[in-house]
């Protein structure tokens, strides 16, 4: 009888120990060093974490009043100019400026004063389903341009820490701000400049319904 009382409680003490070293070697979610805050309403550089690249305004400055466009689109009479991935912060056209607006973030271009903005369809399903970015995959994710104005809130971004990086998501869409193209080579500016004539032309910048390969990763820095 004491045998088995002794089993019993060395059965107890083992099953209490491990309940207790579970408790304590719990994984915990990974915690982000980044923080946004720090960030807001100054020039910034936004450069992806995987090709090194930084967001570019390609295009003319607006004129007039936002809104004066009249759209993104080429059907609306103005087809708005590319955001583009490049290898240097030439004329000043990789800086932006962040601005809250509630919960959410306006990401204006310091020269052109045109907003990131996300063209194209809303994601459907799951993240990842369209397998890919390029139109090899099935499926060509649609461009990220700059416009004039916040039309239909498509100029709306969350900017979501991931580690020591950030995932930037449009409001209305759902894409991620995503880094096409090759990783840099050599030293900044040695593509020339951004456009076909200068002997390079840029990787666009698309919105994508998923992480690939982690290049919808951003870091967000002051010059």
């Known amino acids: 009888m004491r045998i088995k009382t002794l089993i019993s409680f060395i059965s107890a003490f083992c099953f209490s120990l491990v ?12 915690t982000s060093t980044v923080n946004i805050n720090g960030q807001l309403n100054k020039p910034v550089l936004i450069e992806n974490l995987v090709t090194k690249r930084y967001v570019f305004s390609d295009g003319d400055p607006i004129k007039g009043n936002r809104g004066d466009e009249g759209g993104w689109l080429a059907s609306s009479g103005f087809e708005s100019p590319k955001v583009v991935g490049t290898d240097a912060n030439y004329y000043n056209r990789a800086l932006w400026t962040i601005t809250p607006i ?33 139109a090899s995959s099935g499926f060509e994710s649609p461009k990220v341009v700059g416009t004039d104005a916040n039309y239909y809130n498509r100029a709306l971004w969350k ?19 995503f880094s096409d193209g090759d990783p840099i080579k050599g030293n900044r500016g040695d593509e020339g400049g951004w456009l076909a004539s200068s002997g390079f032309e840029s990787p666009k910048v698309v919105g994508t319904d998923a992480n690939y390969y982690n290049r919808a990763l951003w870091t967000i820095t002051t010059p």
């Open 159 to 177: 900017i979501k820490p991931s580690g020591n990086s950030f995932l930037i998501e449009n409001l209305v869409t759902k894409r991620y701000l």
């Open 19 to 30: 309940v207790v070293l579970g408790v304590l070697f719990i994984p915990g979610k990974a």
């Open 102 to 134: 509630a919960d959410n973030f306006l990401i204006e271009n310091l020269v052109t004063k045109r907003y990131l903005f996300s063209s194209g369809d809303l994601i459907k399903g799951n993240r990842g389903n369209e397998r890919g970015w390029l």
